[in-house]
């Protein structure tokens, strides 16, 4: 009876990764196979399994989503506000801080940053224009009259 089990689980698993192919959804196909032997050995419900890969699954779209959204947006580099160099202008950080809430995606606000050459407004524009994509939304530079 265990091989027929371990047959079964092969070709259940064989199913899967053909309907994770058909519906382009590959970590499926990889968390399956992982979780499969442990969520055995728990004794998870099927839905409790199948929530876990689901769940892999929409985490890694998530992710894969906003890193093809910031590609989109056309921004030089990834920077992050931590990456900020407060020292060198101490005067922005509570702008900074401002930015970095996010409350202008949600006020569907424009943010324009304007001031002399190496004051931080390319840093300021990555750093802002990348909580848009993280956050399922839609992000782009415009650059005006850039060094």
């Known amino acids: 009876m265990?091989?027929?089990?371990?047959?079964?689980?092969?070709e259940a698993l064989k199913q899967v990764t053909y309907l994770a192919s058909a519906l382009k959804a590959p970590r499926i196909t990889?968390?399956?196979a992982r979780l499969a032997d442990h969520a055995r050995d728990a004794g998870w419900t099927h839905e409790e399994y199948l929530a876990a890969i689901l769940d892999r699954e929409v985490a890694a779209r998530n992710a894969s989503g906003a890193q093809l959204r910031i590609r989109a947006a056309g921004f030089a580099a990834r920077k992050t506000i931590e990456e900020f160099d407060f020292d060198a202008q101490p005067a922005v950080r509570q702008q900074v801080a401002a930015l970095a809430s996010g409350g202008f995606l949600t006020e569907a606000r424009n943010v324009v940053l304007l001031g002399p050459p190496g004051?931080?407004?390319t840093h300021c524009e990555t750093c802002s224009g990348a909580y848009g994509p993280s956050r399922r939304r839609?992000?782009?530079?415009g650059a005006g009259d850039r060094d």
């Open 2 to 10: 265990a091989g027929k089990t371990k047959t079964d689980a092969t």
């Open 30 to 32: 990889e968390a399956a």
């Open 119 to 121: 004051t931080g407004k």
């Open 138 to 141: 839609d992000a782009s530079v």
